[in-house]
């Protein structure tokens, strides 16, 4: 599975993005698929995952009732809209494939990252 995600920019605090992750390979449905960041000097931090049926979604605390996480299995794409963004959200966003949950450890295919800037 291949991975590009895109979306990133630069928005004001308070303001929404789009990120979408599109994925090669008709094996998109096997894998749950979630987002992660990175801000700089700091390690790689989970941000969301969905099901492969999307009856399972999971946020990290910091992102609850502002991010959603959603998947279209018929486009091959899993998406993550950002609302309500802050500073501390400044990171690059990645977007992996694999069969975890909130363990980055558990993915095996990774994008090549979006950068999301918030300014104050």
């Known amino acids: 599975v291949q991975l590009q995600a895109f979306g990133g920019g630069l928005v004001q605090a308070g303001g929404s993005l789009r990120l979408s992750c599109a994925a090669s390979g008709r094996t998109f449905t096997s894998y749950v698929m979630g987002w992660f960041r990175q801000a700089p000097g700091k390690e790689r931090e989970f941000v969301a995952y969905v099901s492969w049926s999307s009856d399972h979604k999971d946020y990290v605390d910091s992102v609850k009732g502002r991010f959603t996480i959603s998947r279209d299995n018929a486009k091959n794409t899993v998406y993550l809209q950002m609302n309500s963004l802050k500073p501390e959200d400044t990171a690059v966003y990645y977007c992996?494939?694999?069969?975890?949950?909130?363990?980055?450890?558990?993915?095996?295919?990774w994008g090549q990252g979006t950068l999301v800037t918030v300014s104050s």
């Open positions: 992996a494939a694999g069969r975890a949950t909130w363990d980055p450890r558990g993915y095996d295919y």
